[in-house]
């Protein structure tokens, strides 16, 4: 069977076959970043969870369907209507082929089996209340208790949110052979385990979400701070998570404030886009950005989703850097921010999560209320951690951190360090930048 995933539409701009250049491809992107996930979950109601894999390749093929014939032909008037048309025929003509190889757990698939119930059926399936549904069910599907914590993020990522196994490697800080392995786990598992295709209720569905919310977050992280492609933002990522955090906050049958943190976390954050990179793709520090150019009414609707988040007595750890976020984005300048209230923050985030990159930040924020020296006191702590031998922040924040503290040989030392780790063009390009303003002040 043949894959398609954005990385294939980069790398087929990259050797130019495709003659129209960047139009194609970015159509493409889109529609695999937006479509992907719907179309994925609603064949997945109708070949059964334990087809998932099956789901998966009908719609690949359909996106490759798309690259090839748009490539030659143009993009269609209604790209998406061509894409999901092409999908729902696609879909027929596998259970066709395949009726008597595998079994199917959903009733929609029998009626999709004959032609004079078929077409009232795929009407059915793919109405927009639908797939919103299905996209629901699909992640609860997804982070099952059954499926360890870490898979089921990563099964997530790859099937609703049509992540390659390259990305979700690099979001986990992991290598790809890695990620593979825990997405055949996890397939295995729901096959396996019969694992229905629906959402939870109770104490089940809370346990879940705190894993749906987790990868939604990894998704809105990709794309704030890409570890792939040219560019510094990828902005579908982004309105991607905030897409189905929005889903979940919706449906009544699911409630929960730490749906509404997340939400704060992500749109405060989103507000200050307009001023984190350059007109060269360069990224712009904090202190440095112009706040004329953060978008007001995000920030009030992000303020306002962290108020309603806050109504009951529950913290998380969106809750908490939400309200970090807040404090950045309330700030009417750098040197006016209260850094001691953000670091009371951490302090009080570390007792939730402990991780490698919360510390790391947590000494960046140390260096602003107290010097950099101690901060590098903070970083020594952590600096044998596994987890940094491959992390870029760690050692351009290091760097940084020794160069405030008049030590510019030393923070040369660690971006030509950082140079050796496999990195994007953009990446390398902002070291060297750096280099060139630690050099002039050694």
């Known amino acids: 069977m043949i894959s398609i995933d954005s990385d294939t539409v980069q790398k087929a701009v990259q050797l130019d076959m495709i003659p129209e250049g960047k139009n194609i491809s970015e159509k493409i992107d889109h529609l695999f970043r937006h479509e992907y996930g719907k179309l994925v979950s609603v064949l997945t109601k109708t070949f059964g969870p334990s087809n998932m894999d099956l789901a998966e390749d009908v719609v690949q093929e359909a996106m490759y369907e798309a690259l090839n014939k748009w490539t030659y032909q143009g993009v269609p008037k209604n790209p998406v209507g061509w894409i999901y048309k092409v999908a729902k025929y696609k879909a027929v003509n596998t259970l066709n082929r395949e009726k008597y190889k595998r079994e199917y757990a959903s009733e929609v698939a029998h009626h999709l089996q004959s032609e004079w119930t078929a077409e009232p059926a795929l009407k059915h399936i793919f109405t927009d209340k639908e797939i919103a549904d299905d996209q629901l069910r699909m992640i609860f599907t997804c982070c099952h208790p059954s499926i360890s914590s870490d898979s ?19 979001a986990f800080l992991t290598t790809d052979e890695n990620i593979n392995k825990r997405l055949v786990r996890a397939r295995k598992i729901i096959k396996e385990a019969e694992i229905p295709f629906e959402i939870p209720m109770g104490k089940a569905l809370e346990q879940r979400l705190n894993s749906v919310l987790e990868a939604i977050y990894l ?115 750098y040197e006016s921010t209260d850094w001691e209230s953000i670091l009371s923050l951490y302090d009080l985030l570390i007792q939730m999560d402990k991780s490698p990159i919360v510390l790391l930040n947590r000494a960046i924020v140390v260096s602003k209320t107290a010097n950099p020296q101690r901060a590098l006191e903070e970083l020594n702590k952590i600096k044998d951690d596994p987890a940094f031998r491959s992390y870029l922040p760690f050692y351009t924040s290091k760097a940084e951190l020794h160069f405030q503290n008049k030590e510019p040989k030393i923070a040369i030392s660690l971006l030509y360090d950082a140079l050796k780790l496999p990195l994007e063009p953009k990446f390398k390009s902002l070291i060297n930048s750096k280099l060139q303003e630690y050099s002039k002040k050694n």
């Not at 998704?219 to 979940?248: K, V």
């Not at 007109?279 to 202190?287: H, M, Q, T, V």
């Open 152 to 170: 089921q993020i990563a099964l997530t990522l790859k099937t609703l949110c049509g992540f390659s196994i390259p990305e979700i490697s690099k």
């Open 219 to 333: 998704l809105f992280n990709e794309g704030y701070n890409a570890t792939t492609g040219n560019n510094m933002i990828r902005y579908e990522l982004c309105e991607e998570a905030i897409r189905l955090a929005e889903m979940i906050a919706n449906s009544p049958a699911i409630k929960s404030k730490n749906t509404y943190a997340l939400l704060a976390l992500m749109t405060l954050n989103s507000a200050r886009f307009n001023s984190r990179i350059d007109a060269f793709e360069n990224s712009i520090p904090l202190e440095h950005q112009d706040r004329n150019t953060w978008d007001k009414d995000l920030i009030k609707k992000g303020l306002y989703y962290l108020e309603f988040a806050t109504t009951q007595n529950e913290i998380s750890l969106y809750h908490i850097l939400a309200t970090i976020s807040a404090t950045h984005c309330t700030a009417p300048t």
